[in-house]
């Protein structure tokens, strides 16, 4: 697989699935007709016409610094109950451990797992399953969470928000003594750091990495799909706070808007980096043409 080389970083992913999401229950109050000026910006990768549903990875972006090998957000997992996502329900497949593999990882390569939030998509292969027990993949990997999205979601436990990703893929890295729990302005060095962006999750963060002039930014979920750029105000149903996530989005997008910062979000259409350019009064997303 290609690495994308951007200064001394490389920026690689590991692709774990392809899920659709139904567009009208992504986006409730979106009709078709908002849909319909921006198909093409997703289509095809993004977008199947025919059932109206959104086409979205599960991936984790990886990247090596000169210091450092990190994983960002850790996909969905094997052997994991989530009864209510068929697509990563007690899963059983070696596809993300291949796709490490195919960059040349293993799972002893990774320094640091750093997540932008702990939604189920995103901290599933933090552990695997092992003799019965929940045990850490990466078995040489500091593992980095903030401390209040942990204490959010210790406490939270409901049908749309089931605690079962936090008990078998946060807290027993927690009780392996691997977690890091930081503020959401942690720096890990000059090369690394964490921006609050919360609104999808309570103390969602996005994952900056530098090196000289090349910037990159791994933001999570704070945006679904490029259609956002056109209209932030958009709610995406899995956001726990939708207006705050709609005024983190359009700040961020606000921020980064014509510069050189690559945005890597975590569900655009592959291949999901690129950039922020204006576009009439609001944004539109670029895709690197270089692509990882
Ligand atoms: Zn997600």
Redesign the pocket.
């Known amino acids: 697989m290609a690495h994308r080389q951007l200064g001394d970083l490389q920026i690689m992913r590991a692709l774990e699935m392809l899920f659709t999401f139904d567009a009208d229950a992504m986006f409730p109050d979106v009709t078709r007709e908002q849909w319909a000026p921006y198909l093409d910006w997703i289509t095809p990768q993004g977008y199947d016409p025919e059932t109206h549903k959104l086409i979205m990875p599960?991936q984790s972006y990886i990247v090596r610094t000169p210091h450092h090998t990190i994983l960002v957000d850790a996909c969905a997992g094997n052997h994991k109950n989530r009864p209510g996502r068929p697509y990563w329900h007690m899963k059983s497949d070696n596809t993300y451990l291949k796709a490490l593999a195919n960059n040349g990882l293993c799972v002893e390569d990774i320094d640091f797992v750093m997540c932008t939030h702990l939604?189920s998509?995103?901290v599933g292969w933090n552990t695997r399953l092992q003799d019965g027990r929940w045990v850490p993949t990466f078995p040489n990997a500091r593992y980095v969470f903030t401390e209040n999205e942990l204490v959010a979601w210790r406490d939270i436990g409901n049908e749309k928000f089931p605690r079962n990703p936090i008990e078998d893929s946060v807290l027993p890295i927690v009780e392996a003594g691997r977690a890091d729990l930081v503020k959401n302005d942690f720096a890990l060095d000059d090369h690394v750091w964490l921006e609050p962006t919360p609104g999808h999750t309570p103390d969602h963060v996005a994952i900056h990495f530098n090196s000289g002039n090349a910037r990159a930014v791994m933001c999570?979920?704070l945006i679904h799909t490029p259609v956002q750029c056109a209209h932030p105000e958009w709610e995406a149903w899995?956001d726990w706070d939708s207006k705050r996530g709609c005024a983190t989005r359009r700040a961020f997008l606000d921020r980064y808007c014509d510069t050189d910062t690559l945005i890597c979000p975590?569900?655009f259409p592959l291949p999901s980096s690129g950039r922020i350019v204006s576009w009439n009064d609001a944004y539109r997303f670029e895709v690197d043409d270089q692509r990882c």
């Open positions: 599960v939604h998509d995103h999570g979920d899995p975590a569900h």
